[in-house]
């Protein structure tokens, strides 16, 4: 396993960034005027870097990585900050983004843990 995190808190406005296909993940340290958008996680310990391939799961459903920024696994370890785009592309728009496919079928209200082996 490379990555492990609890979710301590979901934000108000999380759901409505779903509706785009995002969820920011940002651990304790997240900005107040930030925090609203992310599920804020526990801090976690760097065990691997996430590269392509990799699965994602959020409380039993799996997701595959299909493209990482460049900044991903810094921003991921150093901050828990990190953007999860479920839109399959195999490019990363940003830096800071982790795509994965399918699409997000999860209910959002119900995401304890974050995994990524």
């Known amino acids: 396993m490379k990555y492990k995190v609890d979710v301590?808190?979901?934000g108000s406005n999380v759901k409505d960034m779903l509706?785009?296909?995002l969820v920011i993940l940002f651990n304790k340290s997240a900005p107040n005027d930030l925090?609203?958008?992310?599920?804020i996680t526990q801090d976690n310990e760097k065990r691997g870097k996430v590269k392509?391939?990799?699965t994602l799961s959020m409380d039993n459903k799996?997701?595959?990585?299909?493209?990482?920024?460049?900044?991903?696994?810094?921003?991921?370890?150093s901050l828990g900050h990190v953007s999860l785009c479920f839109d399959g592309l195999e490019t990363?728009?940003?830096?800071?983004?982790?795509?994965l496919s399918p699409d997000f079928y999860?209910?959002?209200t119900n995401i304890k843990t974050i995994t990524i082996v």
Do not use: F, M, R, W
């Open 8 to 10: 301590l808190e979901i």
């Open 19 to 21: 509706q785009t296909g």
């Open 35 to 39: 925090k609203s958008y992310c599920l």
């Open 52 to 54: 392509l391939g990799d």
């Open 62 to 77: 799996t997701y595959t990585v299909t493209a990482i920024g460049e900044k991903a696994n810094e921003n991921l370890y």
């Open 92 to 99: 990363a728009k940003l830096p800071g983004h982790i795509h």
């Open 106 to 108: 999860n209910d959002i």
